[in-house]
């Protein structure tokens, strides 16, 4: 869902001891995650409409849930900042909850809660999502509060100040003292010389102490406005109840500002790029990074496959080959995360004590380039279209991931029945289309590599 | 990545919401329903949770079906009793091994052919362990339900647990646990449990220490498996779009033939009582933020106080934003990201914890700001406001613990084993609503304190032991260090039997005299500056032995270096003062407080230690009479220590020398606190003493062989082949590597 894999969310924390290989399961739970579309595909096919002021509306009917969820997606993310306010949308998404003209400071939260509700929000580098959780009968509560805080925010010097320093304290949680945090950083920013991918999230240290209340209020007026938002919401409610409240809570909002386009175009890799990050880790990690399409891309479904013959299962060919066999590695792994602008194709092994660094990177990459130049077996292909199917069908099951299917859908691929047709797509990959992918995108020249190793000891 | 899950799945309690939740999906809780409007008008249409229809196979497992059409998906959840807390402490890890080893073949398909077979349709297989129970759990698409309910009963009944399977699951967990060091939470989070509950199987890691699991073997795996996974010890709960008959036959025949067996009792053991605060520092020295934990033992899952205890938890610190800490801690003074408390419940009892990170520089200003919010609500109890609030989240949450098949099994699988009644679910919100501001206010006062506590940072020592002291004396380990939860006494220690009277204190004394006497004099031994041995060891495990060398510098009074090279491993521990260290083929790690305890207590097995000790004017030495000791007659001398288990001496009833110590000590096999057996013997003279003032020299007689029996079973013999007195032992031997 996001360039890095860096969707970062406000409060959720990530489970501990998996921290490392969580870290990197983030990296492409978009792509196994959304997976595919199928004959219940049609559950994801959104009922569209628009306001007059631009608010785009998509709805799930889903008259056998219990529950609902009601989304709001903002066509904003690390993408749309510029060096010296890195990490702004991010912080901005914290901002969020710091109170509006009819609500106070973390009200929103409290009210949502105390109708029984659950609630949270992420920033990714290409989109920030504000979600709710509700029973239904609640779904006009999430629209007054959201249209609140689209449209009255409070932005304090104060509230600037110390949320800032929870997002500073969020930092050094997730990146600064966790090695794979600050592998991924310096994946990004060695992969992308000129695209604003190439910053985290999250931001830089330094961003963070510097943006000011009138970057905060600039980034207001231009991100948080109806026609650069889209209204997602899954529930037994009809479509039209939905298009009513939007009419009524949001239809009086005013178009923003016009948001600069991201027009820096990524210019092609000519060549390896390696780095070495030193840190008190415990195994040593190797990260590599391939650059690919856009997931809006016709290659992205071959892509998709690629990720699931690769790492889906202990029968996927990097588990089996570096894990089963060798046992070099403790776990690996290669994984698209799909992007709205060309991306990464992450392919990642932790090496197990005393295992040789070198050979565990050598069969990493040779695993994938065996599967460019001799192609997929036949039931690579089914298992990899049957995985597709039956994420589809299993991520059918909640309210919240239907939505969420959809809302990426229409921010990162920018068509929100793409959802509804992902597992049609995968299904007519073959296996030469693989091959194609492979040997096209996976290969050393586009490649990226980070390695995380042990930090000398001084003295014995 | 289970896509339908992977917004609730949370491993752990942690982030607000989380927290709050991981009643009604991660812990055996469940959860309550509408909101605090929808409680105003009269609940329309209230979710209830299914029951199941239920049947019992000849073999004693039990069936619950859950029918649920909504989508071509079926989910079998299997819930063994027996978990990590089934384990002893020498064999930790062994329920989570053994669940690894189980998805790596059955008797009738290789490992990669399970895995082929599971992933060619997408669906999921795999076995875990938690503290209380294992779960053996499949998913698949309706159209794949006999597939993965085949390959379920296979791999729980028939299992190959192949050595080579169970060895490659052994190398893996130990190389997850050696990188779990690298999250600083989940390092913060061992240590805390380990000095919470001390012998209690809680205190460790369900994947156990690099060190049990390196010693686990296929034998115990078996047996665990042969043990613990039976039908009559097990709940099978099949949810999705199945038919209720279709499955009741379809189990019958996938788990027919899985046998009865005997289970043994769940082990008996206590979390101790906290008389002072502890404070354990974890020093990794780059983190630029400290973890932080409190805790202290908490309440088991079945406490009658369980809806008053979740609607206080709400109110303090487990509602997230509607929280008072995070209101006050983070939403206010801006000091972290996440702070929140929790309870852990269990069959046994569980932990409150307290936890949060912070900057290193404020460390104290996020712990006092922290627990002066526990204290004050601890004296208001909650707003009714508060309360009302809570109510309402749990009420209007209740739905979401069941949003799918698979979570309503679970679910309900918890709420069985932990025995809260079939119509637990039922009654769940008539119970948060029946809660009263003075019930909550009752089990804040009863359950909450700041002290006597465990607190544990995991942080940057030179930054943050200077900020903690106000909390009580930290001790400080390097983040790689082990636990070190010891078990306590596993075994009966006798009380001191013998009189207290001027009687037998005369002849206790004139016993030790006799003996330092018989053995070289008091002169001589307290002229003993330092001393080096080598020699062979022997390991006794089981029924075979396994060879090595051993060596012991020491020097007076509180420095003692072991030595000892078994199978090609080295492995070295060091005693300076107060301070202990350990090292593992060169990886060295400091010990922490309860480990220099127990090597305190061990140096007493060398007789210059243990004759100096006994002939100190204030030890407390009582007469016990005659005893057989060793198949000789000897003479028991009791010797009273404060605070401590007495440890017994025998002397030889002719000659009087040294025969024999008993005393509680940590047994070499890591079952903790046993009474432990030293037979001396093989005595030689060593001279090398120079007395001081009759510039003459003397010697000691000193026992050369060394035989130790833990527990009652003979476990380690030391074989001496050379002893050295007094040749000026280096001191840089006690000096730790890299330090």
Redesign the interface.
Known sequence: MTAAGLAS?R???P??????ALAI?ALG?GA????AAAA?ADLLIPKEGRLANGLRVLTLEDP?A??ASFQVWYAVGSRNERPGITGISHLFEHLM?KGSKNVG??EH??II????????AYTTSDVTVYWE???P??LELCARLEADRMSTLRLTPENL??????????R??RT?????GRAVEEMSALAFMAHPYQWPVLGWMSDLNAITIDDVKDYYAIHYAPDKATLVVCGPVTHDAVMRLAGQYFGKLKPGRPSPPVSTVEPEQQGERRSTVH?????PVVIAGYKIPADSSSDAPALEVVSRILS?????RLY?KL??ED?SA?FAGGTAAPSHDPGLFYAFA?V??GKDRAQVEDTLFAVIERLGRDGPTE?EM??AK??????L?????????RAEAVGDAALIDGDPRRASRQLEAIRAVTADDVKRVVTTYLVPDHRTVVWVVP?E?S?? | VKPALRHWSFSKPAAALAAALAPLWALALAAPAPAAAAEAKPAAREFQVPHPQSRTLANGLVVHVFENHRLPTVYYRLLVRAGSANESAEKAGLAALTAAAMRQGTQSLSAQEVSEKIDNVGGELSVSAERDYSLAEAQARTSDADLALTLLAEMVVHPALAPAEVARMRSQTQASIRQSRDDPGTVADEHLAALIHGPHPYARPTDGDEQSVGGLTVEDVTTFHATYWRPNNAVLAVAGDVSADQVFAAVEKAFGDWQQGEIPPNPDVQSPTLTASRVRILDKPDLTQAQIRMGYVGLPRDTPDYFPVLLMNYVLGGGGFSSRLVAEVRAKAGLTYDVETSWAYGRDPGSFVLSTFTKNESVKSALDLTLGVVRRFREEGPTADELAHAKAFYLGAFPFGFETPGALAVQWLRAEYYGLGEDYFDRYRERVRAVTGADVKRVAQAYLRTEPAVFVVVGNAAEVAGQLTSFGQPETLAFTAPTGAIPEVSQTVPEAIAPDTPESRQQAAALVEKAVRAHGGLAAFRAVRDWATRGAVSLVMGDQSLDGQTAEYAQMPGRRRMEMTVMGRSMVQVVDGDRAWAAEDGQAHDLGRDQVEAMRVGSYGNIVRLFLALSDSAADLRYAGPHAFAGRPTEEVEWVRPGGKPARVYFDAGTGQLVGLEQPEVSPGGAGWVPVQRVFGDYRQVSGIRLPRKSASATILYPYRVTVYAGGTKAVETTLSDVQLNTGVATALFRRPGS
Do not use: C, M, W
């Open positions: 969310r409060h959720g924390r489970a501990r001891a998996l921290a490392v399961a739970g196994l995650a959304r997976a219940p056998s219990a529950v909850f400071p973390e939260s409290r809660q105390g109708v029984g509700g659950v609630e949270n959780n509700v029973p009968d609640q100040k110390s949320e800032r320093e929870v997002v500073k304290e969020e050094r949680y600064d003292d966790q090695p794979i840190a008190v880790v415990q195994l889906q299962g202990e029968s996927s089996r894990v089963y046992q403790l932790a197990k004590p039931s089914a298992k049957n995985q597709a199917e039956s994420a069908v299993f991520g059918l099951e909640t309210v919240q991931s930090q000891r003295g014995s």
